[in-house]
């Protein structure tokens, strides 16, 4: 399968959207492809480890049909989980009567190969004992794709990151270019400057920074759905479901990102992320504002660009009833036709 680039824009107007910031920023027309329909066919999943020093980091992979040898690679997607979650309670969820909330089943149907991984000090994952950072992170990723790129036979990889997940995410692009293809940032934080969860997290900067894990228990958990009102968007059915999923982890997980959030910020330089770049943002997300990630938007170097806001959606897109929309936007991206050079 052919590996796409996305033609440039600075803002995607997708029909029902709502992005209402048209007007601040300049796009350039341009036709795109939509999204194929997703194709039927049995997934296949695999279990795999890589070695960071002496931790053992899960990862965890599904695509239409098993591999085989001679055949033409197919684009790989890696997903990178955020501060709360591990990586396959973030994007293999089962909701029974629920409804589809597996990022990994839509985007194995759409044609890709699709990995994640639990950062270490979370799910399956071994811990170093430090509190799993933004940096931390970045080196999980380092140790990760040789394993991802020798398995698929890709060069580059996509990456998509949701919240904390999107600064390891980004950072990686910024230390590695050469191994990032498309780089999608969903709830994203630049910043930080008037977001409300943010200022929640400085307020208890003491706490965050006496140990190395925070308490995230079914409670903490249930708060996620919340903290940005609007708590109907989120099926009950979900939240129970994420809850038993990761309860079995314990009550615990790392602190770091959390406190990078609250007292480290700005971690990346959007100046140097080369890659093309999907941000979006959910219109009531209290992780960050739009001036906030309009600014990190605008320094980004490549013209080859998207900002989208997701309506009727908070900071948690993927778990959200309108899930579909974020799906929508990132199959364009990720399978838009190639510019035409000047």
């Known amino acids: ?65 098993a591999p085989t040898a001679g055949a033409q690679p197919l684009p790989v997607l890696f997903l990178v989980h955020g501060s709360s979650l591990s990586a396959r309670s973030s994007y293999d969820l089962g909701v029974p009567d629920g409804g589809t909330y597996s990022f990994m089943d839509v985007f194995a149907r ?38 991802v790129l020798a398995e698929t ?27 990032v293809d498309r780089l999608v940032l969903a709830a994203s934080t630049y910043k930080g400057e008037g977001a409300a969860e943010i200022q929640r997290r400085r307020d208890r900067i003491g706490e965050l920074r006496a140990h190395p894990r925070r308490k995230r228990d079914a409670t903490m958990i249930r708060s996620i ?23 079995k982890f314990g009550d615990t997980i790392p602190a770091g990102t959390y406190v990078d959030m609250a ?19 959910g219109e009531w997300d209290g992780n960050s504002t739009d001036d906030d990630l309009l600014d990190f938007f605008r320094q980004l170097r ?16 993927g778990f959200n009833k309108n899930r579909q929309l974020l799906w929508y936007v990132m199959q364009n991206f990720l399978a838009a036709p190639t510019p035409i050079a000047s």
Do not use: C
């Open 1 to 65: 399968m052919k590996s796409y680039q996305l033609a440039r824009r600075d803002l995607l107007a997708a029909g029902g959207l709502g992005m209402g910031l048209a007007a601040a920023i300049t796009s350039a027309k341009t036709q795109v492809a939509a999204p194929a329909p997703a194709a039927e066919g049995t997934i296949w999943s695999q279990e795999y480890w890589a070695q960071k020093g002496s931790v053992k980091l899960s990862l965890f992979r599904k695509r239409l049909g």
């Open 110 to 147: 759409n044609g890709f190969d699709v990995w994640t991984m639990d950062h270490d000090g979370y799910g399956h994952s071994g811990s170093s004992g430090n509190n799993s950072d933004i940096m931390s992170g970045v080196e999980d990723l380092k140790a990760a794709t040789p394993l």
């Open 153 to 179: 036979g890709r060069s580059k990889l996509h990456f998509f990151g949701a919240s904390s997940g999107s600064i390891r995410a980004a950072a990686f692009a910024q230390l590695m270019p050469e191994r």
């Open 225 to 247: 759905f919340t903290r940005d009102g609007h708590p109907s968007i989120y099926d009950p059915l979900m939240i129970e479901a994420l809850v038993a999923a990761e309860m």
């Open 263 to 281: 007292v480290n910020l700005p971690l990346v330089d959007p100046a140097k992320v080369t890659s093309p770049v999907l941000m979006t943002r």
């Open 302 to 317: 490549n013209g080859d660009r998207q900002y989208v806001i997701l309506p009727n959606t908070a900071h948690s897109q």
